[in-house]
């Protein structure tokens, strides 16, 4: 024990049901044992609404509370795909929903957790987009959409920004080094861990003359990724989809 687990980007979706089989396995075999998960976002490859009759949802939501039951509590912060997801979905799974932003402490040091697109601010374009699909009254209207006018809406919305995505250089999607130490600095940490990106690495840092680390996760789409923080220090690891 004395492990707690980090994963991020899973993007899960039924199209792809060989990352759903990493996923089932992950947390049949290897979450119960660590004393906490934190799944930092994009655990899915996009939401609606938690009253989706999607079969995956299901079965997803009965792993998070299988893992549960057997006593590791799993924390969820949204990602810039499932940010709608809510509190209805979150009891079911029995997630714990946690802020955009937060500091956990692990093993007795304080670590900033987040999903890491707030830390792209040189995207503008996608800062915009963020901004307005988290105006709580525009949240509210499209959750009460019929669920076919939802989807619509949404492919719609999907469509339009991977053709948008395909224009934009490496460097504006990766994050601000600048907006990296702001952060850290806000919230007096010496170590951050996010995802998002799909660059994972440890990077070195230095804020106010001291040591600090940036940890970033990788997406499961050829392999999965797991970061294992103990007592001893943290280890980023690749796992096999199949
Ligand atoms: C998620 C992204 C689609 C990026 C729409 C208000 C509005 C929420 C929504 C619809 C889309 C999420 C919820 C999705 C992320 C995209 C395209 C680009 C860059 C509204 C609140 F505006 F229509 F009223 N949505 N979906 N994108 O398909 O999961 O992250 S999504
Ligand atoms: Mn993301």
Same mark, same amino acid.
């Given at each position: !024990? %004395? +492990?707690t687990?980090? /994963?991020?980007?899973?993007? #899960?979706? +039924?199209?792809r049901?060989?990352?759903?089989?990493a996923?089932l396995r992950?947390?049949a075999?290897?979450?119960?044992?660590?004393?906490?998960?934190?799944?930092?976002?994009?655990?899915?490859?996009f939401?609606? $609404?938690?009253?989706?009759? !999607?079969? @995956?949802?299901?079965c997803v939501?009965?792993a998070?509370?299988?893992?549960?039951? =057997?006593?590791?509590?799993?924390?969820f912060?949204?990602? !810039?795909?499932?940010f709608?997801?809510?509190?209805?979905?979150?009891?079911?799974?029995?997630?714990?929903?946690?802020p955009?932003?937060?500091?956990?402490?692990?093993? $007795?040091k304080?670590v900033?957790? &987040?999903? $890491?697109?707030?830390?792209?601010?040189?995207?503008?374009d996608? %800062?915009?987009?963020?901004?307005i699909?988290?105006?709580?009254?525009? %949240?509210?209207?499209?959750?009460? #959409?019929?669920?076919?006018?939802?989807?619509?809406v949404?492919?719609? &919305?999907?469509?339009k920004? =991977?053709?948008a !995505?395909?224009?934009?250089? &490496?460097m504006?999607m990766?994050?601000?080094? @600048?907006?990296?130490?702001?952060? &850290?600095? =806000?919230?007096?940490?010496?170590? #951050? /861990?996010?995802?998002? +990106?799909?660059?994972p690495?440890?990077?070195?840092?230095? @804020?106010?003359? *001291?040591?600090?680390?940036r940890?970033?996760l990788?997406?499961?789409?050829?392999?999965?990724?797991? #970061?294992?923080?103990?007592?001893?220090g943290?280890?980023?690891?690749? *796992?096999?989809l $199949?």
């Open positions: !024990n %004395q +492990t687990l980090f /994963i991020a980007d899973l993007h #899960l979706s +039924t199209g049901p060989d990352i759903t089989a996923f992950f947390m075999e290897e979450a119960p044992r660590a004393d906490a998960l934190y799944i930092l976002g994009d655990l899915f490859e939401w609606i $609404g938690d009253d989706e009759p !999607n079969p @995956l949802h299901a939501a009965e998070c509370r299988a893992c549960v039951g =057997q006593g590791t509590p799993v924390y912060v949204h990602g !810039n795909r499932d709608l997801l809510g509190r209805d979905f979150a009891g079911r799974a029995g997630l714990t929903l946690l955009e932003h937060t500091v956990v402490e692990l093993y $007795g304080p900033l957790i &987040m999903h $890491g697109d707030t830390l792209c601010t040189d995207d503008r996608y %800062q915009r987009f963020r901004r699909t988290h105006w709580p009254w525009l %949240q509210w209207l499209f959750r009460r #959409l019929p669920l076919s006018w939802r989807i619509k949404a492919d719609g &919305m999907r469509n920004s =991977q053709n !995505n395909q224009a934009k250089s &490496m504006l990766d994050v601000s080094q @600048l907006e990296v130490e702001r952060q &850290m600095a =806000q919230h007096k940490v010496e170590l #951050l /861990i996010h995802g998002h +990106t799909h660059r690495d440890i990077h070195q840092l230095t @804020l106010d003359d *001291r040591a600090a680390r940890i970033v990788g997406d499961w789409y050829t392999q999965g990724s797991v #970061l294992r923080v103990t007592p001893e943290e280890r980023l690891q690749r *796992r096999q $199949g």
